[in-house]
């Protein structure tokens, strides 16, 4: 049974300084449990997506509703990799615990406390926990990103393009520790990528974004030629 958890209907957004929306009439249904990627060349309006679904731009029209109802989903988000100043002070276990105590340091409960050393664990941190986050690698950083997400508990976690600038190694990582959290606990997970060999690796399902149409199915189905032979039927 499909137990929806974000419903986008004729969806139509963009930016009041652009004379033509960037997003034209989307319509997607999201369930809990799900892990989706979001597949498309540059410019074609994912991050727009993504704002919209995080309510950071309102939609020209149509609606984004999230379910049981608009209040109650929470959303953890991993952003792109940029890198941190080598001298940024905070701990990687005080950079995780930044979501816990609303960026007021240190004063953390006994629970918070125990809280933050169970992320640290299940994110393959905890020998780290006192390195500075400047001086943690890109992968470590990325999994601090990840860590301060899910420290929250969200119903839904958005990897915007979070494994781009990482090696390999470190992308799959990343991805392993993300889907098992899908697998044991059925967090929703969108995954906004240009890889589309990570993409049909690591998720159930793509949702493409072309310029003149969107393109939903199973991951396993996704093929790099056919995948390029689609956009190109749109440009
Ligand atoms: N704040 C803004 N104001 C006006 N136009 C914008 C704004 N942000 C993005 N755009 C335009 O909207 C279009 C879609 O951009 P968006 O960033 O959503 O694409 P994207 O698919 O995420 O691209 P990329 O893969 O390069 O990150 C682009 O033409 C971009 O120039």
């Known amino acids: ?41 540059n410019g074609v309006g994912k991050t727009t997506l993504m704002k919209t679904i995080l309510r950071q731009l309102k939609p020209e029209s149509g609606s984004i509703s999230y379910y049981p109802d608009d209040h109650a989903v929470h959303i953890g988000y991993v952003p792109q990799f940029r890198n941190i100043d080598g001298e940024y002070p905070l701990s990687i276990r005080d950079f995780v615990a930044l979501n816990l105590t609303g960026f007021k340091l240190p004063w953390l409960s006994q629970s918070e406390r125990q809280k933050v050393t169970e992320m640290l664990e299940r994110t ?3 020998h780290l926990a006192n390195r500075p986050m400047g001086q943690a690698s890109g992968g470590e950083k990325q ?7 899910l420290i ?6 958005i990897l915007d393009e ?3 600038s990482l090696d390999p ?16 606990f059925g967090l929703t997970v969108i995954f906004v990528t240009h890889d589309i060999a990570l993409a049909k690796k690591y998720t159930q399902k793509f949702l493409m974004l072309t310029p003149g149409k969107f393109i939903q199915g199973d991951s396993a189905d996704l093929s ?12």
């Open 1 to 41: 049974m499909t137990d929806p958890i974000l419903q986008i209907k004729d969806l139509t957004a963009g930016y009041a300084d652009s004379s033509t929306p960037v997003i034209k009439h989307l319509n997607y249904t999201l369930n809990r449990g799900d892990f989706l990627s979001i597949v498309g060349e």
């Open 124 to 126: 393959g941190l905890k």
């Open 143 to 149: 999994k601090a990103y990840l860590a301060q997400a």
């Open 152 to 157: 929250e508990e969200p119903d839904l976690l």
């Open 162 to 164: 979070s494994t781009a």
């Open 169 to 184: 190694i470190s992308k799959n990582d990343l991805l392993d520790l993300v889907l098992e959290i899908n697998q044991k």
């Open 224 to 235: 790099t030629e056919e995948i390029w032979g689609m956009m190109e039927a749109h440009v």
